[in-house]
């Protein structure tokens, strides 16, 4: 969804995805990357302070040094903080040694513009003294809707589990269960479910749970990469419940009232952001019981959910506009000048 958003947002540039690719070093070898790719940024993704381990800053430093750096465009920014909880929990220091950071801060101080996603990438930066950052949102965001549809209260729910990269104290395996264990107190109260995959890790899950339930009220959405269908699907819901940050960011741009099982810092960053802490719960911390209430409270209370939803998506789309305009204005001086 970021990418095709980036595409679409920019649709009278040629934006082409691409890093420290084979390609780019073959052209890097031979003609150069500047008459290919003229600029660079960074877009999307919790990728900002992205440990070695990652290969991300290194990959920004390549294209950065042979291309003019134009901005960041609605990054997450990874919380210091998450890291060393995640590397203590192994016993392990945290990799993110302060010459990383400053080799990551040098590289946002050669955008034009540093746009991030939310309040807390915001907050993290200004603690390391990086105070250029402003809040743009999710680029996937451009794809709210202009108008609210509203909900027909047929209790129909959409959940996405996942057990895929990083938790609050390894808490995986915790939110498979109360997840499992949600599903089967939904369709107790007569909830419809569709379970929705993101990756083949997901999609197993999903699986596995329906086949347990055995239930025909239980459903998979498929396939996992159509965003028309994806956005539609979701729209046609209720409620919707996630783990994976960004399908609950779909769930937002079709005005779905929606709670995030947050497992790592962006979650509650994107909540944040959008005026919806309420209704994000960590996943160190979630029960079955407790989710189930907060799913009732949600379907108490749908249409003015709905209404908050709407102005914080519409607010962040019209940020992205604006955000566009500027950078196509700094390219066009850019351009002048050189």
């Known amino acids: 969804m970021v990418s095709e958003a980036m595409h679409a947002l ?46 991300w800053l290194e990959g ?16 997450g920014v990874i919380d210091p903080d998450f890291v ?14 302060q010459p990383h950071i400053e080799r990551w801060l040098e ?36 794809y709210a809707q202009r108008q609210i549809v509203r909900k027909e209260r047929w209790k129909r729910i959409g959940i996405n589990v996942s057990h895929y990269s990083h938790f609050w104290n390894n ?15 939904l369709l107790r109260e007569g909830w419809t479910i569709t379970l929705f995959p993101t990756v083949p890790e997901d999609l197993l899950l999903s699986e596995d749970i329906q086949r347990q339930t055995g239930s025909d009220r239980v459903h998979l959405h498929l396939p996992m990469f159509d965003i028309p269908a994806w956005l539609e ?48 719960s960590r996943s160190d911390t979630i029960s079955a019981t407790g989710l189930l209430d907060q799913i009732l409270a949600l379907y108490a209370d749908l249409d003015s ?16 506009r604006r955000f566009k305009a500027r950078a196509m204005a700094e390219m ?6 050189s």
């Open 10 to 55: 920019f649709s009278e540039l040629t934006v082409i995805e691409c890093s420290q690719t084979l390609l780019a070093r073959a052209l890097d070898r031979t003609i150069g990357l500047h008459p290919v790719f003229r600029y660079s940024s960074l877009a999307g993704g919790t990728l900002i302070l992205g440990g070695p381990q990652t290969g």
């Open 60 to 75: 920004l430093e390549f294209i950065m040094h042979r291309t003019t750096p134009l901005f960041t465009f609605g990054s």
């Open 84 to 97: 060393a909880h995640i590397h203590s929990l192994d016993g392990n220091t945290a990799p993110l040694a």
């Open 107 to 142: 590289c946002l101080g050669r955008f034009r513009i540093v746009a991030v996603r939310g309040i807390d990438s915001q907050r993290t930066l200004q603690d390391l003294g990086f105070s250029r950052a402003e809040v743009v949102g999710d680029p996937a965001l451009y």
């Open 171 to 185: 808490s995986q395996q915790l939110v498979i269960t109360e997840l499992s264990r949600l599903v089967v107190l």
């Open 233 to 280: 699907a979701v729209r046609s819901l209720d409620v919707f419940l996630g783990v994976k940050l960004h399908t609950v960011i779909t769930a937002f741009c079709v005005y779905t009232p929606a709670i995030m099982v947050g497992y790592q810092p962006k979650c509650l960053d994107f909540m944040r952001t959008m005026n919806a802490e309420p209704w994000h």
């Open 305 to 320: 959910v709905q209404r908050e939803q709407f102005a914080a998506a519409q607010e962040f789309k019209g940020r992205l």
């Open 332 to 337: 066009a001086e850019t351009t002048h000048r």
